[in-house]
């Protein structure tokens, strides 16, 4: 773990309960912004449970995609956020009330994933970005194993989320949004246990976050075939 660790508060909000009123007004207006904003479209939600707990994995684009996701479901999402965001009070109370929490990128923040598996065997949705950081030219990068290992602790499913558009409506160091088409699209879920015949843990990690993906890479194609990409064949730190 990094030793310079900020002094906030690492708790995320607590499972189960009711959904924020801030949260739930986002989800009631940001579609209708999208919308109005040049499209705004979502496909395969009923492979997002309605009930228990399941990461949804995405592709990385723009600081847009994590309320992007959130507008595309009917549940709430938590997410991580790098915990610099949190320094400030004001905006550190106003994600928090979106349901992110701290995650330190500097190493391996073994507090944040604790967290992340609590609410997944609590039931609730986590939000993860295998790629760890935005894709600079809207291709896919390398993914790292972290998700599947999350996945396996707290026995949930991997749902795959190809997200297109966002960088386009909100590109790199801009400051408002530019008008453009956004897509959400929900793959089929990865399911740990199907990858157990694989190996070790660390192979079977590979194999499942390769596997969610090539899921994403083929939803991409379906949405933007020139800008989509076979994803990277192995996995970092594999």
């Known amino acids: 773990m990094s030793e310079t660790r900020l002094d906030i508060n690492r708790e995320p909000a607590p499972p189960g309960g009711r959904t924020s009123t801030f949260y739930r007004c986002l989800q009631w207006f940001l579609p209708r912004l999208f919308r109005l904003n040049g499209g705004f479209d979502v496909r395969g939600t009923e492979n997002v449970p309605e009930t228990g707990g399941a990461i949804l994995a995405s592709n990385h684009r ?3 995609d994590p309320p992007v996701i959130g507008a595309g479901l009917r549940r709430r999402t938590y997410y991580f956020a790098k915990q610099e965001l949190f320094k400030n ?61 999350i996945a396996k602790q707290a026995g949930v499913p991997i749902v795959p989320c190809a997200l297109t558009g966002t ?70 730190d594999q």
């Not at 990128?105 to 949705?125: C, M, P, S, W």
């Not at 970005?129 to 972290?146: C, K, M, N, Q, V």
């Not at 089929?188 to 090539?214: C, N, Q, T």
């Open 62 to 64: 723009s600081y847009l």
């Open 89 to 149: 009070p004001v905006f550190a109370g106003i994600i928090r009330s979106l349901y992110a929490f701290p995650v330190d990128r500097e190493g391996v923040d073994r507090t944040a994933i604790r967290h992340a598996i609590n609410l997944l065997k609590a039931g609730e949705l986590l939000t993860l970005f295998p790629e760890g950081t935005r894709s600079e030219d809207g291709r896919l990068g390398e993914a790292t194993p972290g998700v599947a290992f």
């Open 167 to 236: 960088s386009v409506v909100l590109p790199r160091k801009a400051w408002h949004l530019h008008r453009g088409r956004i897509t959400v699209s929900f793959g089929e879920p990865v399911r740990m246990e199907d990858f157990d015949s694989a190996g070790d843990a660390k192979a079977a990690a590979a194999a499942a976050v390769g596997a969610v993906m090539e899921r994403i890479g083929a939803m991409l194609m379906e949405v933007e075939p020139a800008a989509a990409n076979t994803p990277p064949a192995t996995v970092a």
